[in-house]
């Protein structure tokens, strides 16, 4: 059993920046990427990034290219998201993920929720115009 727990979000104006945090514990596998999925009401949950084991290996929704950055502290089994310039479209409810890395796996498997195993509990993100 995985346990996922997420921090930050909150809050903010446009152009301010937020950080996501989410921790992994309990019986993960060996090697595991991470992801951050997001969802607006009334829309279905989108992809947002990823960060592969390695942490050398990221992939970003392209609505978010050049504003979020992901990264990973494997001794902490913590990953991070750090999202600038956000815009009032970025509001929404995020959640991390966990996702086995099967061999050559690609960008486009860690793009869809049906790769990820573990799931957190979700934090709200909310960008005031």
């Known amino acids: 059993q995985v346990q996922l727990v997420q921090s930050g979000g909150g809050l903010v104006q446009a152009g301010g920046s937020l950080r996501l945090s989410c921790a992994a514990s309990?019986?993960?596998?060996?090697?595991?990427?991470m992801g951050w999925f997001r969802q607006a009401p009334g829309k279905e949950r989108e992809f947002v990034a990823c960060i592969r084991w390695s942490g050398s290996i990221t992939y970003y929704a392209d609505s978010v290219k050049g504003r979020f950055t992901i990264s990973r502290d494997n001794v902490k089994t913590t990953v991070y998201l750090q999202m600038n310039s956000l815009k009032p479209e970025d509001t929404a409810l995020y959640y991390c993920a966990t996702s086995p890395e099967p061999p050559y796996s690609s960008g486009s498997y860690y793009q869809t929720g049906q790769s990820y195993d573990n799931w957190g509990q979700g934090t709200q993100v909310t960008v005031s115009s």
């Open positions: 309990g019986r993960t596998s060996s090697r595991y990427a």
